[in-house]
């Protein structure tokens, strides 16, 4: 048997990076950025007001308090997203609303709260004149051209991951489409005549198709776009075809036939039409895994990922080596998961020398991380998976974990 280690390695030293595509913006969500992005102007623009007030020039406030206002002729409003032609001189304002040109003449905004206005709106007074309560520096309450932006700016480098906050920076320097990674386009081919698609009638001794439904919500969780490819049956001929059509994809991932039984013919399929080697990982669950390349008609490589067949086995691999290799080829850089330490509150047996990959649910209590086991961890009880959220590591040396040890956890969630 391999390590987890040896076979990760293989599996990220086959795949490349994608190329890029040019995508409307808010179709980038998770994608990497393919190009530096420089600022083609300031942002802001000009100099705009951060708060709703007046516009002043500071020397005409200076001294001002509740007890002794200065009083100030109001010469016009400015709204945002309107640019007035009025000059600021020493003893006038100019109505402002946040976001609105700073007018000329101006260098200081006074909040109305710091102002009669209220006062003047109840009792009827002139609104042609303002009282001002407080002294303010030159600059307040004044968001300078450029704060954030500078024209010509490196603001956003190439390889960078795109979240929201990224997609609001290039929102504000006006770009509707950006060049990103693309994403990879992964097949996924369930394996075995036990296997009945959705929507059939299930006969006796069959299962529904639920690997190829959590494979692909994680390919889509992980960014990736999933091709359902069906359904491949115990038969060599069907498989190849299923496995062509799988070619036109960037990563092929099968589920089932990869282990030692009669009719686990996936291995003789791969074996005759790719460069597959076949490991037995040292893992638990997931022991059987296949990795190679096939090489289509073009000359182009594409890697396929032979997964076991039980679901929570499937499930697991796919987490530990397929997501890896997703973010690869979108290139990024974090394929690594939030790991935590966790005290165990349940009793975990190591028999086989494996490492182990226990189901748990985390809590936080009182600072600390505690895990506690989701039930019954066969291979097969998927439901342990829908309970989790994080999966506990116990080391290929370690015998026994007893209540109270604490663990390494990979979080799901």
């Not at 393919?34 to 300031?42: L, N, Q, R, S």
């Not at 770009?175 to 394996?191: H, K, M």
């Not at 006796?204 to 994680?218: F, R, T």
């Not at 997703?326 to 935590?340: L, T």
């Amino acid at each position: 048997m391999i390590s987890v280690e040896e076979a990760s390695a293989k599996i990220l030293s086959s795949v490349s990076v994608l190329e890029s595509e040019k995508k409307p913006l808010l179709d980038c969500i998770g994608q990497v950025l393919a190009e530096d992005v420089y600022a083609p102007f300031d942002v802001p623009a000009h100099d705009n007001s951060a708060m709703d007030g007046y516009a002043v020039k500071a020397e005409s406030i200076k001294g001002a308090s509740l007890k002794s206002p200065k009083v100030l002729k109001v010469v016009g409003e400015i709204a945002a997203g309107h640019v007035s032609n009025k000059k600021v001189k020493p003893g006038t304002a100019a109505r402002i609303m946040t976001g609105a040109f700073i007018p000329e003449g101006a260098d200081v905004v006074v909040p109305f709260e710091d102002t009669d206005e209220t006062d003047r709106s109840q009792n009827g007074t002139s609104k042609d004149e303002i009282g001002v309560h407080i002294s303010l520096a030159r600059g307040c309450n004044i968001r300078p051209k450029g704060e954030d932006i500078s024209s010509g700016e490196l603001v956003l480098t190439k390889g960078k991951l795109l979240r929201p906050a990224e997609i609001g920076v290039l929102a504000s320097l006006g770009q509707s489409s950006v060049s990103v990674i693309r994403r990879p386009v992964v097949g996924i081919l369930a394996t075995g005549d036990e296997v009945t698609e959705l929507g059939q009638n299930l006969p006796e001794g069959k299962i529904y198709n639920s690997n190829s439904y959590s494979l692909a919500a994680q390919v889509i969780n992980y960014g990736g776009v999933p091709r359902l490819l069906g359904v491949a049956p115990d038969d060599v001929e069907q498989l190849t075809a299923a496995i062509r059509v799988g070619l036109e994809c960037d990563l092929l991932v099968t589920s089932g036939g990869v282990s030692l039984g009669d009719y686990d013919i996936v291995k003789e399929v791969l074996a005759a039409k790719g460069k597959v080697d076949f490991w037995t990982v040292r893992m638990k669950p997931g022991k059987p895994l296949a990795f190679g390349m096939f090489k289509r008609k073009d000359g182009k490589e594409v890697p396929h990922l032979g997964l076991p067949g039980n679901p929570v086995s499937s499930m697991i691999t796919f987490e530990v080596f397929a997501r890896p290799a997703i973010f690869k080829m979108m290139g990024r850089d974090d394929s690594a998961k939030q790991n935590v330490k966790a005290i165990m509150e349940d009793s975990v047996q190591n028999k086989d020398g494996r490492r182990i990959f226990t189901r748990v649910v985390v809590s936080k209590r009182n600072g600390k991380y505690f895990a506690r086991v989701t039930g019954p961890q066969g291979s097969g009880i998927l439901t342990s998976m829908a309970r989790a959220n994080g999966l506990a590591i116990i080391p290929e040396s370690t015998t026994e974990v007893k209540p109270g040890d604490t663990v390494e956890v990979m979080m799901l969630d």
